[in-house]
């Protein structure tokens, strides 16, 4: 199989059979072939009023108290043994809001982001970490409680039900048509059985919170999932690519950068969650969001060949090493050259023969970055 380096790769020497041993490098990634709302950010109050918090977030007010709001600002100091996540469930439930374990989990990365803490779980005893990027949930429990508390006022037959523990559903400005691909895709997956139902929201979550980290649109990760993995399939392989994006095995390969150089195929043991995980890794390893705003031909080149980024000209033939599929190739040809436009129009036709041409081919950028490259291929074979 050929590898493919970046442009200007550091070659250290060679190995037994000759082959070029390269430093490591953010673009050496590369295979030979497919075959696999807004995030969970920190809930913040918006210039307009609106409160954004994330999809799917359920807050359970505790028994018989009110969540506490507190104007004065929400500081810690870390204790031996503590974990971020359990500083903030034991803080949320502190104020009156309890949230699971899961939750906690997914808010410790804003608090994270929010404290420039690199990675969230890494804290050391006598850190201080701010918990202000919380106080907006705790507002909305607030409020919230407050509401069905006049409503019990009212009626008192809800007065016992309000006594035990309630579940209030925050607002949640994501509107899932907004990624009506991704939705599509995940309903899609959870039918095939390649999702566990109870995950849904979670993986849509995860995967709208790896979208704004490197800055890639939410459909487009569906579209390029459609492609590797017919959607989302965990146990999806080429015997040498493995995985809802298609980690593939060698030095300095997908597997290896997610952290399975050395057993590739446990990849497949893995829950499509757990995979995302390593799709953070991947993205992060590739320096995927320098390439930000992303669109759909760098978000699949940083999947298939992380070198070939470095063309930038949409129908020019790009240096991809191994047989791939027609999808990808000019006019579905495999005889002819792949090019950073035959990849959007490969990947869109994809998407609306697997999904329905209603979803795949609302408006969109990329449609838009199509007709536009579309446009320019006709004026360079005029001139």
Known sequence: MRFDPPTTPTVTNTDASGFPQLARSPLAFARSAPAFTRALAAAQPQPSGDLVVPAGLSASLSTGSAPVANAAPWNISVQAGQTLSGIVRDQMASRGVSISNNEAMRLSQSVARANNINNANLIHPGQRVSLDSLTPLVNQAQAAYNAKAVTAGNNASTTTALAGTAQVQLLSRMDRSNNPVLEKTIVRAVEKGFIPAQDKQAVMNKIVQLSEQHRFAPDDFARLTLMESDGMNPKASNSRCHGIIQFCDGPDRGAASAGFGANPKAILGHSVLKQLDLVDKYFEDT???????VGLDDLYLTVLTPSARNETRPNVALNIPGQQ???????????????????????HQNANERLGTDVAQRNSLQAARMSAYAAQAVVTEVN
Do not use: C, M
Request: charged share 15%; proline share 7%.
């Open 325 to 347: 599929a027609a999808y990808l190739h000019v006019n579905r040809d495999t005889r002819a050259p792949i090019t950073r436009n035959s990849i959007l129009a490969g990947l």
């Open 287 to 293: 320096g995927l969001k320098n390439f930000g705003p």
